[in-house]
């Protein structure tokens, strides 16, 4: 997809939020939490089947086709086929008054799934993009077993590389080493995602869904000016590396655009994710970047920075990609 004018971007679609996480890791937990939550009631919510989501213990109110509206007022429907026509058909339902006006979508995954092909719908699909905004993917971790399934299991530790939200679930069944273990495990695989617990899925909705991933603030370190990298993370297990970019700069968006759409095109496959927010010249609001793999989000300028810090800041989460290189091709591509 051609990276456009930020300008051009629609501000006020639908946000949409990808859970995801291992098998067993309490995704199923944490939604029906969530969905007893009153903040959550303009929610809707895409599962694969109902039962899965343990309905039966949220008091549905009300059978639609295809889904089911609960005394919470959340609206819940199971995903058939396709992820874009799923979501095409609820916004149009919406739409039409046969659902709720939600304001917004939970995406529940298998724990085998890979997250890629679902962020590509939430930002590629032009029909999708045009109603909904991707905020946060959301990824379960299970603290009885996670240092051997992130190891074990590339899809673990893929789900855990591309979260904005990281959940530590079953963290009141393991010693505060264990934890402190399991931690410096996720930040090798993922150096910016807060890192939160919930014990039987309890959490606040507002930890989770408080402001768009694109809103909060990305790590910024004192460090010295022009291009530089902030530490960057290994995974030696699976070649998974994670680096903050920071720039001091106001920086050329044909730039940094041209050369996104490079890195993309030629290392989709091994380029994870990319999420930053960048000080474009000539212009007093950020501008939002986000890529997962070969796909490109068409880029959205900010109503405002998210706080006081004015340095773009990029976070690179890639497999086999030697990390000091990348940062070599950014610092070219936007000095010319």
Known sequence: MRTTDPHTIPNEPIGGSLITGFLGSGKTTLLNSLLRHSGMSDTAVIVNEFGEVGLDHLLIETALDNAVLLKSGCLCCTLRGDLVDTLMSLFDRRRRGEVPAFRRVLIETTG????????????????????YRMDHVITTVDAVNALGQLSEHFESAKQAAVADRLVLTKSDLVSPRDISAITVRLRTLNASAPILSAVNGAIEPDALFGA??????????????????????????????SRVLVYDEPLPWPRVAQWLEAVASLRGPDLLRVKGIVHV???????????????LHPPRELQDWPDTDRRSRIVFITRNIDAEALEKSFRAAVTG
Not at 113 to 127: E, K, N, R, T, V
Not at 232 to 240: F, N
Not at 288 to 294: D, L, R
């Open 281 to 295: 010249q000539g212009r007093a609001r950020p501008v939002v970047v986000h890529a997962v793999q070969h796909v």
């Open 112 to 131: 085998l799934a890979d997250p890629a092909p679902i962020l590509h719908a939430l930002m590629a699909d032009p029909g999708v993009t045009r109603h």
């Open 212 to 241: 768009p991933a694109e809103g909060r603030a990305f790590p910024a370190p004192e460090i010295e000016p022009h291009a530089h990298a902030h530490e960057a993370h290994d995974d030696h297990h699976h070649g998974i590396e």
